[in-house]
């Protein structure tokens, strides 16, 4: 994480502020990941298959942002890999875009990103991803601090994203009076509201089935 701080600075030097900081983290569960084990193997036997693959999903996802452009031209960008917690690699990446291709208002974000669920009824496969990889779950001691998460949640729900001067982003959550649980069987599991989602990019969950903060 240190060097990616230095590479940045480096190029905040040319391209000034940066515009995203996104997070790719591996999904044990990926089938080109299942397909590979052998009978009686699970994921966490192999992380030489989960570094591979994950490899390859990388190289896709960095030629979508910068050789396709989907979030706009980019001029410049760094990436760091890492292996935390359960060692599941993932990729800090930070860009640098193009002036005509800043988000700089509220509804720039709301283009790009949404905090909260999908429609189970009309989206269910979106939903499921969001339910099971952009909900981090109740906290524990291992990412507490002074006894509150220190990621901050759950946030407070919110009508309307917002942009302080800073250019820091407070993203839509609505309060719709629901809830949900990774086990719908289970009434007494953790229930999640979209105070608990992770902003996440609707086309890049689908195509990589991850968590993508």
């Known amino acids: 994480m240190y060097q990616l701080y230095q590479d940045s600075m480096a190029l905040a030097r040319y391209y000034h502020r940066v515009d995203y900081f996104i997070t790719m983290t591996a999904n044990p569960n990926w089938p080109e990941i299942k397909e590979a084990l052998l009978p009686g193997q699970q994921p966490s036997d192999r992380p030489d298959i989960i570094a591979r693959v994950f490899n ?13 452009g989907y979030l706009g031209r980019v001029l410049g960008y760094v990436y760091t890999i890492e292996f935390q917690k359960r060692g599941l690699p993932h990729m800090h990446i930070l860009l640098f875009m ?3 291709s800043k988000p700089r208002e509220p509804a720039d974000v709301d283009e790009i990103i949404s905090a909260e669920f999908p429609d189970p009824e009309t989206d269910p496969e979106l939903f499921d ?5 952009m909900t981090p ?8 601090v ?3 998460c220190s990621n901050g949640f759950p946030k407070a729900f919110r009508e309307a994203t917002s942009m302080d001067d800073n250019a820091y982003v407070s993203c839509l959550r609505r309060n719709t009076g629901k809830t949900y649980g ?5 009434p007494n599991d953790p229930q999640y509201d979209n105070r608990w989602v992770v902003p996440y990019n609707r086309v890049f969950s689908q195509r990589y089935q991850c968590h993508i903060n």
């Open 146 to 148: 002074n006894g509150k």
């Open 129 to 133: 991803l969001v339910l099971r990889h």
């Open 56 to 68: 390859l999903k990388r190289n896709a996802f960095i030629r979508d942002l910068i050789k396709s």
């Open 182 to 186: 990774l086990h719908p069987e289970k």
């Open 98 to 100: 193009d002036p005509n």
């Open 137 to 144: 779950g109740p906290c524990d001691e291992r990412c507490q």
